[in-house]
Nanobody, 128 residues
Framework: VQLQASGGGLVQAGGSLSLSCAASGRTISNYAAGWFRQAPGKEREFVADISGSTISGSTTSTYYADSVKGRFTISRDNAKNTVYLQMNSLKPEDTAIYYC?????????????????WGQGTQVTVSS
């Protein structure tokens, strides 16, 4: 599985960005997926995750870090084999490189070391 993250950029505080994570090599519809971020001089941190869906139309589970809850939304489009992160009301402290990741099971998803596949990262910069 190869993951390609895109959609980062420079935005003013209060603005929005939408990140995409396109998978290739195999379908990830039944894989859990997560977004993580790493700011300069800081450790990588969990942002959001979403469970896989084995049945068409079934609901998925999501979880968010407290720092982004209510502002970010993770979603997936299985037809496009893509996971998204919609980021609204962005703050300067959201500035970081954002990475997407995927793993087979929706378990312990806030621990980045448990993921099998990672994208290359996309830079998000929020100016004040």
């Amino acid at each position: 599985v190869q993951l390609q993250a895109s959609g980062g950029g420079l935005v003013q505080a209060g603005g929005s960005l939408s990140l995409s994570c396109a998978a290739s090599g195999r379908t990830i519809s039944n894989y859990a997926a997560g977004w993580f971020r790493q700011a300069p001089g800081k450790e990588r941190e969990f942002v959001a995750d979403i469970s896989g869906s084995t049945i068409s139309g079934s609901t998925t589970s999501t979880y968010y870090a407290d720092s982004v809850k209510g502002r970010f939304t993770i979603s997936r489009d299985n037809a496009k084999n893509t996971v998204y992160l919609q980021m609204n009301s962005l703050k300067p402290e959201d500035t970081a490189i954002y990475y997407c990741a995927a793993k087979r099971y929706y378990f312990n998803t806030r621990d980045g070391t448990t993921y099998d596949y990672w994208g290359q990262g996309t830079q998000v910069t929020v100016s004040s």
